[in-house]
């Protein structure tokens, strides 16, 4: 029957498009820019590193950069704190002489990186002088390592290894001071035997009985 009105036509969804800021970032960009900026660090220093730089070497656009760190520090920090953690998620060896050598053999390789000799030493220069640079780099250098190091003493204690007040971050100062002194300050090599010796030390320093 007619009733005079236009049928009525169901219309098919209407698809929204995604806003151009929502637009997925793409791994392989992301890791060339990585790479660009520790050649760019290790090149001119934290100081006269630009982000025009960083674009220029990745052939990428500054646009780029810019969506994934909102300025230059935080780009630094993010991709040194992610080499500075490498590795640190380490496993139960059974024991805390064994997870002490393997933790030292671990921060040793991190700091025998090819650009962390330029690179680190040059940050810490800039922290001296750059509160805001000194308490960002402390606090993203720190957290990886903290939580490692608190977590093996953690272990220890719960196989009687350590006394349950040891204090996770004095462990960590007994691992990486001496290893920082000799790979970034004086530079002088070490070996297997070195480290494996450093990892004694400390458990005997915190306290633990010698190993059997």
Do not use: C
Request: glycine content about 6%; cysteine-free; proline content about 7%.
């Amino acid at each position: 029957m007619l009733t005079g009105e236009p049928s009525k036509v169901a219309k098919p969804p209407t698809l929204k498009r995604a806003p151009a800021g929502a637009a997925v970032l793409r791994d392989d960009v992301t890791e060339a820019i990585r790479g660009a900026v520790f050649e760019e660090l290790a090149i001119s220093g934290y100081s006269r590193l630009s982000i025009e730089a960083v674009a220029r070497r990745a052939g990428v656009g500054k646009t780029a950069v810019y969506r994934r760190w909102r300025s230059k520090l935080p780009m630094v920090i993010d991709v040194v704190s992610e080499v500075a953690s490498l590795g640190l998620v380490l496993p139960d060896t059974g024991s805390l002489h064994n997870d002490l050598r393997m933790f030292v053999h671990v921060v040793a390789r991190v700091l025998r990186h090819p650009l962390a000799a330029q690179i680190v030493p040059d940050l810490l220069a800039e922290a001296a002088r750059n509160p805001e640079i000194a308490e960002t780099l402390a606090g993203a250098l720190n957290e990886a390592q903290r939580q490692s190091s608190a977590a093996l003493v953690r272990k220890a204690v719960g196989r009687g290894e350590l006394a349950p007040d040891t204090d996770p971050d004095l462990a960590l100062d007994l691992i990486a001071g001496p290893l920082y002194w000799r790979l970034a300050v004086v530079r002088t090599p070490i070996g297997k035997d070195y480290l494996d010796r450093l990892a004694v030390s400390i458990a005997a320093a915190l306290g633990a009985a010698p190993a059997a």
